[in-house]
Nanobody, 108 residues
Framework: QVQLVESGGGLVQPGGSLRLHCKAS????????VAWYRQFPGKLREMIAPSDADSVKGRFTILRNNTERTIDLQMDRLRPEDTAVYFC?????????WGQGTQVTVSS
């Protein structure tokens, strides 16, 4: 069983930055496959792929620290269309685990 605790969401103005923080339990963190997802109202969750997706490329970065057991999502130059609930997730030994989700609102 892996538990994930997220923090760092909130309200930010367009063009601003926000860093989401996800802390994982367990002693085998380096073996976890990790990712961030986001969910827009009325939509399915979608994976955030900073190296591939045009919507976040060059603005979002996933930072992993195996010593601290954390997976951070650094978000820069935020846009109103980034408003969503953000989730960290881990896959380990055939099981998927999700954080509780944290709301990010980009608005002036």
């Amino acid at each position: 069983q892996v538990q994930l605790v997220e923090s760092g969401g909130g309200l930010v103005q367009p063009g601003g930055s926000l860093r989401l923080h996800c802390k994982a339990s367990g002693s085998d963190f380096s073996s976890y496959v990790v990712a961030w997802y986001r969910q827009f109202p009325g939509k399915l969750r979608e994976m955030i792929a900073p190296s591939d997706a045009d919507s976040v490329k060059g603005r979002f970065t996933i930072l992993r620290n195996n010593t601290e057991r954390t997976i951070d999502l650094q978000m820069d130059r935020l846009r109103p269309e980034d408003t969503a609930v953000y989730f960290c997730t881990v896959w380990y030994e055939g099981n998927g685990y999700w954080g509780q989700g944290t709301q990010v609102t980009v608005s002036s």
